[in-house]
């Protein structure tokens, strides 16, 4: 029975056999420091593409390839793909991978062989999303940077540690609402997409994992503010997280009177806690910002 389910030949994706050998030709094993678990399963990286609404038009980026398993299934379904890799080895190795499993699309691969943290600009055209199997250490730092230094990401779906993804899509009220869920939602609509099971990767790891969309506004936060006096806001609020808004926000306004004050302009209760408001609610507290006393 034949398993194909895209345009290629089912042998063009990696299985469990193929990240084995490939990892033992290149002497790579994979590392907890580095949070490197490979996807072993065809069917899940096809699945992960399916759920990221990539089309045959979109320009992907997908950060931390590993040995391929992703890349290999963003290059069946999107125009071109450039990956981002911060692993010698890996990055290195990686244009060989595409060229023998998937030579029609060679010239549609490009490699960045960089830590993700670090790109300020990608080759050819802009992306127009980014799909990626995230590390739990850095997850949220590299999303929240590729969002703002790619306006043009339009769709986003990111594997990462359940408990990250729950944070992620996570709304105002719920107690794993925090700093992530509110500098998420200022770029884009957030919502879980899926759970992905343990035996999918190797080595299995101990926890779970979760797929989240993120599909950007089409039009910005309606501030007069910018993101960076929001994020400011966002940050005081939830560093003393069970302080009311009043005493967690004293140091950023100067006093928790100015506090106060610029709570009661924004039209929010003093009393209330952080992990009650809304990224629009912040925005408006960074709009009534106390003047700096001389």
Do not use: C
Request: proline share 8%.
């Amino acid at each position: 029975m034949s398993t194909t389910t895209g345009p290629e030949s089912p042998d063009a994706l990696l299985g469990p056999a193929d990240i084995r050998e490939l990892a033992a030709a290149l002497g790579v094993r994979p590392t907890k420091q580095k949070g490197q678990n490979f996807v072993i399963d065809a069917n899940t990286v096809r699945r992960i593409v399916r759920t990221a609404e990539v089309r045959p038009d979109d320009v992907v980026v997908e950060v931390g390839p590993g040995l391929g398993s992703l890349t290999l299934a963003l290059l069946e379904a999107a125009d071109r793909v450039t990956a981002v890799e911060i692993d010698d080895v890996l990055a290195a190795a990686l244009p060989s991978t595409i060229a023998a499993r998937m030579p029609q699309k060679k010239d549609r691969f490009a490699l960045v062989h960089s830590d993700a943290m670090h790109v300020e600009e990608l080759p050819g055209p802009p992306p127009t999303a980014l799909v990626a199997n995230l590390p739990y250490n850095v997850a949220v730092p590299v999303l929240l940077h590729m969002l703002e230094r790619f306006p043009t990401i339009e769709r986003t779906l990111v594997m990462v540690q359940a408990e990250v993804a729950d944070r992620l899509a996570a709304k105002p009220g719920n107690k794993v609402y925090g700093v992530p869920s509110v500098k998420a939602n200022w770029y884009a609509e957030v919502k879980r997409a899926g759970a992905i099971g343990r035996n999918v990767f190797w080595p299995a790891p101990n926890v779970d994992s979760g797929l989240v969309s993120l599909v950007r506004r089409t039009e910005p936060l309606p501030t007069t503010a910018t993101r960076q006096e929001v994020f400011a806001v966002v940050d005081a609020a939830f560093a003393q997280r069970r302080k009311t808004l009043r005493a967690a926000l004293a140091t950023w306004a100067g006093s928790p009177a100015a506090a106060e004050e610029a709570l009661v302009k924004a039209g929010i209760s003093p009393q209330a806690r952080g992990e009650s408001l809304t990224v629009e609610e912040f925005a408006r507290i960074a709009e009534n910002k106390p003047e700096a006393k001389a």
